[in-house]
């Protein structure tokens, strides 16, 4: 069965644009999973713009659900991850600059420093997966340093498909990235820039069991309620 995971990081900026409590990102987290999601996704980031320290201390300790934590490679950040014990970490790239993230891992250049930081979680059984992009070699670098999954950047294929632009190389591209992993044992995820259209064309692809959705996700759910956008994207990826 595809799984549906829930990112609720906007939902602590809109509580960050007044600097008081409300939305609880802790309130969002229940009651998300309440709804039907069956992980939740934060992003610990190292400007703290959207979560906090707190807020992953507090949906980490949620019992029964399952959280997984976005981190950088950045030292200090690994260490708060390797407190907190979340039930799977994803790790990501990190720009101060960027809006969001902008792209893949680079493996090639940073092999050795991400090997050492799955091991340290692969000691506290932590499921360490991998935010990259859909590419064969990064697929084969994956498989080398022992990562459990990989989540394939959709972003591309998210904005080509939003405006209208031929996207079906870069859904090949998808496609052979994801058959790869799952060939090599390596579960496969999907997420970033994901809304109903481009869900639907991923669900085709067989081996990819999770899929992260965000910031679409939150934005529909101001006019629609989270309940109903939540269900929308279920019968989506459990057809």
Same mark, same amino acid.
């Given at each position: 069965?595809? @799984? $549906?995971? +829930?990112?609720?990081? =906007?939902?602590?900026?809109? @509580?960050?644009?007044?600097?008081? $409590? ?8 229940? &009651? ?17 713009? =959207? ?6 201390? #507090? ?47 680079? $493996? ?8 050492? %930081? ?22 084969? %670098?994956? *498989? ?7 989540? %394939? ?8 498909? #939003?405006?209208?632009?031929? &996207?079906?190389?870069?859904?090949? @591209? +998808? ?7 799952? *060939?090599?044992? %390596? ?23 999770? &899929?992260?959705?965000?910031?679409? $996700?939150?934005?529909?759910?101001? &006019?629609?309620?989270?309940? #109903? ?9 459990? +057809?």
């Amino acid at each position: 069965m595809k @799984r $549906l995971g +829930v990112n609720i990081d =906007h939902v602590a900026t809109l @509580r960050n644009a007044r600097g008081e $409590l409300h939305p609880n990102p802790l309130y969002a987290a229940k &009651f998300v999973k309440k709804a039907g999601a069956d992980s939740i996704t934060i992003h610990l980031r190292e400007d703290r713009r =959207h979560i906090n320290d707190l807020d992953a201390k #507090k949906i980490c300790s949620i019992k029964n659900l399952l959280v997984n934590l976005e981190i950088s490679t950045n030292s200090k950040i690994v260490e708060i991850a390797l407190k907190l014990k979340p039930d799977f970490i994803c790790i990501v790239p990190e720009n101060r600059k960027e809006i969001t993230t902008e792209g893949g891992l680079d $493996l090639k250049k940073n092999k050795d420093k991400i090997k050492k %930081i799955i091991s340290k979680f692969a000691k506290k059984r932590i499921r360490t997966s991998l935010f990259i992009n859909p590419s064969l070699n990064d697929i084969r %670098i994956a *498989n080398e340093i022992k990562t459990d999954c990989i989540e %394939i950047h959709t972003g591309h294929l998210a904005n080509l498909v #939003k405006s209208g632009r031929n &996207f079906s190389k870069e859904l090949v @591209r +998808v496609k052979k990235s994801s058959k790869l992993a799952n *060939n090599l044992g %390596i579960e496969v995820h999907a997420g970033h820039g994901l809304d109903y259209k481009t869900t639907k064309l991923l669900t085709k692809i067989n081996e990819i069991q999770e &899929f992260n959705i965000g910031h679409f $996700l939150i934005g529909e759910s101001v &006019f629609y309620g989270l309940n #109903k956008i939540i269900n929308n994207f279920k019968k989506i990826i459990k +057809v």
